[in-house]
């Protein structure tokens, strides 16, 4: 099958010609699927051999000719960043909260951070892999992080663990915490105020796939936590198919979120339509409601002082005041707040 690796979409408005054609792949028709397979591609496994590639239109070379045939969207056999969080709130709402990451990530991203850090001394390097899994934490300190990747596999594995200030509020005589999500990022093209781009559709990113999975844990006092909020999504916004599911399940609330291309690209007509969908769904956040009848923070501090959890505490700010860069002030603020608490 012929393709254009610059053209894409092009390739159907112009006259037919061999000329609007600059790379080969395969067609493949196995078991009643069809597979759109390119040699040329690295890291493609059997788990997303399946997946679509990004030329838009292919020619099928064949006796007898044929016509331009368009190659759909399909979400990716694997995410390119599969992401696990977990918040341990045994120490209640006053004090961060210890967290753990654990992130798979495949393709550019992996290639990226590998890339970056081999170029950097150990201390730069330290601090991109902080910087990288701080993004999948809510405001928060690092104070462990390691990264691995695997060559045969293509894929990178980044972990790290810290403390993470959660923000609680109390209303209604209940303190509660609205969970992060991904659609928190989400934006779409608002309309153009130039009157000659402002029919021009956006290009959608494809492929992206990100899953992501946060679990609090939650002491026995807080076992009668409630969840208020939209618990579950399945729709399309601003082009990007995207999935939410929020559950309790004992003493663990797990939020899990998928965010995938639903289409390749967004029409300028869709714009505002797309950006109300966003924000009735942003204001929709899931939320955790502690109990009634659960202790004020400093009843909370005060008791968390008597256990040896404390110690995980200290040595945590310890470490960081200990990595801290000559001059930054943050690590012994935190240190102290921590202290003053």
């Known amino acids: 099958m012929l393709v254009s690796t610059s053209q894409r979409d092009a390739v159907a408005d112009r006259r037919p010609s061999f000329q609007a054609f600059n790379h080969i792949i395969v067609k493949a028709e196995l078991d009643g699927r069809t597979y759109w397979l390119d040699g040329t591609q690295r890291g493609t496994r059997a788990s997303d051999i399946a997946d679509s590639l990004t030329h838009r239109y292919g020619l099928a070379s064949v006796a007898g000719g044929a016509d331009l045939e368009k190659i759909p969207i399909r979400r990716p056999g694997r995410p390119y960043q599969d992401v696990q969080v977990t918040y341990d709130l045994v120490a209640g709402t006053k004090l961060p909260a210890p967290f753990e990451i654990y ?45 691995t990747f695997d060559e045969d596999e293509e894929i990178g594995y980044l972990s790290a663990k810290g403390l993470a200030y959660l923000d609680w509020k109390k209303k209604t005589d209940r303190y509660q915490h609205e969970t992060w999500s991904m659609a928190d990022t989400f934006k779409i093209q608002k309309v153009r105020d130039e009157e000659e781009l402002r029919d021009l559709p956006v290009r959608l990113s494809y492929p992206r796939y990100f899953r992501y999975q946060v679990t609090y844990k939650l ?11 939209q ?9 990007f198919q995207f999935n939410r599911k929020v559950q309790k399940n004992g003493n663990q609330v797990v939020t899990r979120e998928e965010h995938c291309t639903g ?29 009634e009848n659960v202790a004020g923070p400093w009843v909370e501090v005060k008791n968390y002082k008597k256990t040896d959890g404390l110690e ?15 001059g930054d002030p943050n690590p012994l603020a935190n240190r102290a707040y921590f202290f003053k608490s």
């Open 103 to 147: 992130a798979i990530l495949r393709d550019t991203d992996a290639q990226k951070l590998k890339n970056t850090i081999a170029q950097r001394t150990e201390e730069k390097a330290k601090e991109l892999m902080e910087e990288t899994a701080l993004q999948y934490v809510l405001d928060g300190l690092v104070t462990e992080t390691n990264f």
């Open 219 to 229: 002491p026995d006092r807080y076992a009668g936590a409630e969840l208020k909020g």
């Open 312 to 326: 995980r505490h200290r040595q945590a700010f310890d470490t960081h005041v200990m990595n801290a860069k000559d």
């Open 231 to 239: 618990t579950e999504v399945d729709d399309e916004f601003g082009g």
């Open 263 to 291: 289409r390749w690209e967004l029409p300028a007509r869709e714009f505002e339509l797309q950006r109300r969908k966003l924000a009735s769904l942003t204001r929709k956040g899931v939320e955790i409601m502690l109990p």
